[in-house]
C-alpha cells in the first residue's frame, strides 16, 4: 500500500536572502519618463518604484548615473540618505560606467536591476548571466528596446505610478513670464 503524502508549501514562510543591485541610466530613464509624461518636469518616484523592485529582496547597492555637470544635490542627499546610494556623474553616456560598475559588482550581488530600455545593455546583460548573476530591466515600455526585455530574466515597467510631476515655482513662472513679456516688447520697437 503506498502512502499518500501531499507536500503543503507556504510561500509566505520562506525567507529571501538576495542581494540585489540596482543600477540607474538617469538620462535614459529621464528621457523616457518625459516623452511618456509629455512634461520635462516629470521626475522618477523612487520611493515607490524600489521597493516595488525589491519585492523583499534586500538592497546592496544603488547607483544613479547622470551625464552632465549639473546633477541635482536634493537628488544626491535623498538617494544617500534612503537608500545610501549615489549619483556618479558621467563624462557623456552612461552606459560604460554604467556597465563597469555592473561588472565590478557581479560577485557580490545576486541580482542586478538595470533601469534603462537602452539595447546597449544587451552584450552587458548576456555576460552578467554568463556570470550567474539574475538580470532584471524596468524601464517605459514604450522605449525599451524588445532584444534587451528578452534577454533579461525579468521585465519591470516603469509606469505613470512611478513617477510625479513638479510644478514650476511661482517665482520661477513669474520670471518666465516676465522674460515673455519683455522680448514681445523688443519685437514691437
Same mark, same amino acid.
Given at each position: 500500500?503506498?502512502?499518500n503524502? &501531499?507536500?503543503?508549501t507556504?510561500p &509566505?514562510n520562506i525567507? +529571501?536572502s538576495?542581494?540585489?543591485a +540596482?543600477?540607474i541610466?538617469?538620462? !535614459?530613464?529621464? /528621457? #523616457?519618463i518625459h516623452?511618456?509624461?509629455d512634461?520635462? !518636469?516629470t521626475?522618477? !518616484? ?5 521597493? %516595488?523592485?525589491? =519585492?523583499?529582496r ?5 547607483v $544613479?548615473?547622470?551625464e552632465?555637470?549639473? +546633477? #541635482?544635490?536634493?537628488?544626491q542627499? /535623498?538617494l544617500h540618505?534612503? $537608500?545610501? *546610494? ?9 552606459d560604460?560606467?554604467? #556597465?563597469?560598475n555592473?561588472i ?5 550581488v545576486d541580482?542586478?536591476i538595470?533601469?534603462s530600455?537602452d539595447?546597449? $545593455?544587451?552584450?552587458? =546583460?548576456?555576460?552578467? %548571466?554568463?556570470? *550567474?548573476? /539574475?538580470?532584471? +530591466? ?5 522605449t525599451?528596446?524588445?532584444?534587451l526585455?528578452?534577454?533579461?530574466? $525579468?521585465?519591470?515597467?516603469i509606469?505613470? &505610478?512611478?513617477?510625479f510631476t ?5 517665482t520661477q513662472?513669474?520670471?518666465t513670464?516676465? %522674460?515673455?513679456t519683455? *522680448? /514681445?516688447?523688443?519685437k514691437s520697437?
Amino acid at each position: 500500500m503506498k502512502e499518500n503524502t &501531499e507536500i503543503i508549501t507556504h510561500p &509566505e514562510n520562506i525567507e +529571501i536572502s538576495q542581494t540585489v543591485a +540596482i543600477l540607474i541610466d538617469g538620462n !535614459n530613464i529621464e /528621457r #523616457s519618463i518625459h516623452s511618456e509624461a509629455d512634461n520635462t !518636469n516629470t521626475m522618477l !518616484n523612487l520611493d515607490a518604484l524600489v521597493p %516595488k523592485l525589491l =519585492v523583499n529582496r534586500g538592497l546592496s547597492r544603488l547607483v $544613479y548615473f547622470r551625464e552632465g555637470k549639473h +546633477i #541635482s544635490e536634493k537628488l544626491q542627499e /535623498r538617494l544617500h540618505n534612503f $537608500y545610501h *546610494g549615489s549619483v556618479r556623474p558621467c563624462h557623456k553616456s552612461a552606459d560604460i560606467p554604467l #556597465s563597469i560598475n555592473a561588472i565590478q559588482l557581479a560577485n557580490k550581488v545576486d541580482t542586478i536591476i538595470i533601469m534603462s530600455g537602452d539595447s546597449d $545593455y544587451i552584450e552587458l =546583460v548576456r555576460h552578467l %548571466k554568463s556570470e *550567474g548573476v /539574475r538580470v532584471e +530591466i524596468a524601464a517605459v515600455l514604450k522605449t525599451t528596446s524588445q532584444l534587451l526585455k528578452d534577454e533579461a530574466d $525579468y521585465y519591470h515597467e516603469i509606469t505613470k &505610478e512611478d513617477w510625479f510631476t513638479l510644478t514650476p515655482k511661482k517665482t520661477q513662472a513669474k520670471k518666465t513670464q516676465a %522674460k515673455k513679456t519683455q *522680448g /514681445r516688447k523688443q519685437k514691437s520697437k
